[in-house]
């Protein structure tokens, strides 16, 4: 009894260690992802290219679908820099158009210990596409 005292709250860390942290990565795929969606709808040719609010919503919107948030911050207009910004619609085909996503990732359970030990983790991803 007494050792199972002693070793259960450091197996309960470890064991919520690598929850948060496998949540983390988790929520890294997705925004790779969300900035894959933007830059594709951000470089297809059409009568007129989209605008960077339209890139934007397409990140956010595929971000709310599967990023665990734990009901945390959203992205906001800030946190996906687009580039070159719109318009552009005067570009030539094969010009890089990149889209970053900047998420500020909370702890859900450890949040205090994790953070003060490790800080906050900011997840970014970032996707270069051509313009067809």
Excluded at 114 to 127: C, D, E, Q, R, W
Aim: negative net charge; glycine residues 6%; proline residues 5%.
């Amino acid at each position: 009894m007494i050792e199972l005292a002693l070793v259960l709250p450091l197996l309960m860390i470890m064991l919520f260690a690598i929850i948060e942290f496998s949540i983390a990565l988790y929520d890294k795929a997705v925004l790779t992802n969300a900035s894959r969606e933007g830059a594709r709808a951000g470089i297809v040719a059409g009568s007129s290219r989209v605008t960077d609010d339209r890139i934007r919503q397409v990140v956010r919107n595929y971000a709310a679908t599967y990023l665990i948030t734990f009901g945390g911050d959203t992205l906001g207009d800030e946190d996906i820099p687009i580039t070159p910004p719109a318009p552009r619609d005067g570009l030539p085909f094969g010009t890089d158009l990149r889209v970053s996503v900047t998420y500020r990732y909370e702890f859900l359970v450890l949040s205090r210990l994790i953070t003060s030990l490790v800080g906050p983790i900011s997840l970014n991803a970032t996707t270069v596409m051509k313009l067809e």
